[in-house]
């Protein structure tokens, strides 16, 4: 379905921010690996999320759910043996069920999305699971990726590779704590979306997880032999979905209230909120709650855009409208997303009139702070956070833009259109 954005001049209301893809990501699965009954209180209702409802469940993991919360009883380090998993289009989904695969003799993870998820590239994580005795067939670290673990699996010394993304080095502290024997991991190379080991790390020891990491998160003792405990959890709101919103309000006349984002959360998103106010948004943010009041004049920024890796692209497409060049530097992971999200997503930028340029590892925006032409149709990549930051371009540009397919925003954000509409946003769908 695709999404007709008309240009919007000015913006208003309060929402509740969606829940946090990436802890409702976490919560799942240590319930799914701890052995009693744990309950998650807000967790997302999304594609991503859904997928990973159905994996566990599929590996022996019982969840029963109302509107409020989902109650699992978990399978502990005992996973059903399953032939094959469905996780969608969902990368961190994957790539932590892949660790959790090498508990197990065989499985097969099925390419559902060969135009996306199924580009993306595991070698690393391959690499370091090989290294602990698990046999895996691949197309050249990418789906369909058939694992053989099982009793063959050993903790031990184990390095992975962080520069292609943080999840591979994720989903081996997810796993390590189960194996009989104690675990070194050590990270090779670099580490990319260092901030968002933080909250596998938190939520490990809200697990009762006990995990020994260096300061820089280049070396880890896991002992073995470790339970996850049930507990009970609470999803925060998240940033990253949250990010198109603050950016949508700031690039507007705007009074928009968004609820639910955390001052401390660990999110690395949760730097959104400088970056929209060093490009001079008016804007609050106390109690959890992000107050913009935004008259739609920006200025240029330079930030390191790892920092807040699901958060840039919203940035993005606020410092079109800027007064200056702004560039998102260390950001070149965001190639190996969705999408290539900095040569598909500028290539679609530019169609609607900004003027963007790219590098290996960089974006530059030379802002327009007149506005863009519009009047075009966008692909959108099947990327959700391309379809999101397009939708913010559209609503300041000068014609309508039309984003094709942005049914794929349901990937993370299934209600953000509505959430825009709730603000007074003109976006309709056609078919
Ligand atoms: O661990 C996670 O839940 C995630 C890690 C990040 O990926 P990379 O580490 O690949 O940058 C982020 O972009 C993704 O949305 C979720
Ligand atoms: C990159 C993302 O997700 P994943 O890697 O989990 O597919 C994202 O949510 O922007």
């Known amino acids: 379905m695709d999404m007709i954005v008309t240009p919007t001049p000015r913006l208003a209301g309060e929402i509740q921010a969606l829940s946090s893809k990436n802890y409702t990501t976490r919560y799942l699965l240590v319930a799914a690996l701890a052995e009693g009954t744990s309950v998650i209180r807000y967790p997302a209702h999304s594609e991503d999320s859904d997928a990973l409802r159905r994996c566990v469940r599929d590996l022996g993991a019982v969840l029963e759910e109302d509107d409020e919360k989902i109650v699992v009883t978990g399978f502990g380090s005992r996973p059903k043996p399953v032939k094959e998993l469905d996780v969608g289009n969902a990368g961190a989904v994957l790539r932590f069920l892949m660790a959790v695969a090498a508990l197990l003799p065989e499985v097969t993870f099925v390419n559902k999305y060969p135009e996306s998820l199924g580009k993306r590239p595991h070698d690393d994580l391959i690499k370091a699971l090989e290294g602990m005795g698990a046999t895996i067939e691949h197309r050249e670290g990418k789906l369909p990726i058939t694992i053989r673990g099982g009793d063959a699996v050993r903790g031990g010394k184990i390095q992975v590779s962080g520069s292609v993304s943080s999840q591979f080095l994720s989903a081996l502290l997810f796993l390590t704590p189960l194996l009989a024997e104690d675990s070194e991991i050590e990270v090779l190379n670099d580490l990319k979306s260092k901030v968002v080991v933080g909250q596998t790390l938190e939520v490990l020891a809200q697990a009762g997880i006990v995990v020994e990491a260096s300061s820089d998160l280049m070396h880890f003792k896991v002992p073995g032999g470790q339970r996850y405990r049930a507990q009970e959890y609470v999803v925060q709101g998240d940033y990253p979905g949250s990010a198109a919103i603050l950016a949508a309000a700031a690039v507007a006349e705007s009074d928009v ?156 954000y299934p209600n953000y259109f509505d959430h825009l509409t709730a603000l007074g946003a003109n976006v309709r769908w056609s078919e």
Do not use: W
């Not at 984002?261 to 992000?290: F, I, N, W, Y």
């Not at 969705?338 to 009139?353: H, P, Q, V």
């Open 257 to 412: 209230t968004v609820h639910r984002l955390l001052e401390e959360s660990k999110q690395g998103e949760r730097a959104v909120v400088d970056v929209l106010k060093a490009m001079g948004t008016p804007l609050s943010h106390k109690d959890g709650v992000v107050h913009v009041q935004g008259n739609g004049k920006l200025r240029a920024v330079e930030f390191d855009g790892d920092e807040f890796t699901d958060g840039v692209l919203a940035m993005v497409a606020a410092a079109v409208f800027a007064e200056g060049t702004s560039r998102f530097y260390n950001v070149e992971n965001l190639r190996f997303k969705e999408c290539d999200r900095i040569t598909d997503y500028l290539a679609e930028l530019r169609k609607a009139g900004a003027n963007v340029e790219e590098k290996r590892d960089e974006i530059i925006v030379h802002g327009r702070p007149e506005g863009v032409e519009g009047g075009v149709t966008i692909d959108a990549h099947f990327d959700h956070r391309v379809i999101m930051a397009l939708t913010v371009v559209g609503l300041r540009a000068k014609a309508p833009l039309t984003i094709k397919d942005a049914h794929h925003v349901a990937k993370s």
